[in-house]
């Protein structure tokens, strides 16, 4: 089974507010833009997906998106997250009802693309399935098999209400890099730590981040 990914990126002047201890104002929307660039370069090379579709209104994300092989789809709800990965959800089934979707976050700039399929293929065995954050609080990948509605419910607990709301919680080792997003500095040095790919290493060789 080869999925569709659906990402979501707020315009990258709003992003990331949580680093402003570890970047500048200036810095802040090139991270943003080049976790969202290694996050859909690692998910477009897994086996196990056949595209991405970013939900966006910023219009330098969605070239450089856009130049990457994503399918960009404009923000139209504006209705925040869970709005956007609905309406990414229905645009992308609009053109091929019934395939399988998964919501990925747009943060995982470590993501590697063989744990991404070992993911994907666990999340195949039910009809929703999500995978928690690496605080086990979030969720960085939410999935809805062929028929089955995605239903995001992303931000504060969303571990929990992704559980509450009947999907499977994927309990699998070896996931790091799917499972570590960045909104703080300690999180951007655990990504460090894991290996980010090349646009995410770009920027940060800019920046003085303390050890912990």
Do not use: Y
């Not at 402003?20 to 969202?36: E, H, K, V, W």
């Not at 939900?55 to 070239?63: I, K, N, Q």
């Amino acid at each position: 089974m080869q999925w569709t990914l659906v990402i979501p990126l707020k315009p990258l002047t709003r992003a990331k507010s949580r680093l402003s201890d570890t970047a500048t104002g200036g810095l802040r929307p090139r991270l943003a833009l080049a976790f969202a660039q290694d996050t859909v370069a690692a998910a477009l090379a897994s086996p196990a997906v056949e595209n991405v579709a970013v939900v966006t209104d910023d219009e330098l994300a969605g070239r450089e998106l856009a130049a990457l092989g994503a399918r960009i789809v404009a923000d139209e709800p504006g209705g925040g997250l869970n709005a956007a990965l609905a309406h990414g959800a229905a645009v992308v089934r609009a053109s091929r009802p019934g395939c399988p979707v998964a919501a990925l976050n747009a943060d995982l700039p470590a993501l590697r693309p063989l744990e991404l399929t070992r993911v994907l293929e666990a999340a195949t065995e039910f009809p929703r399935a999500f995978l928690p954050d690496a605080a086990a609080i979030g969720t960085t990948l939410l999935a809805a098999t062929s028929g089955r509605e995605l239903l995001p419910a992303f931000g504060p607990d969303s571990r929990a209400r992704h559980r509450a709301s009947g999907a499977m919680e994927l309990r699998l080792e070896a996931v790091d890099s799917v499972r570590q997003d960045v909104d703080t500095g300690d999180d951007l040095r655990t990504a460090l730590a894991l290996g980010v790919g090349p646009r995410t290493a770009t920027v940060t060789a800019r920046l003085l981040i303390p050890r912990q």
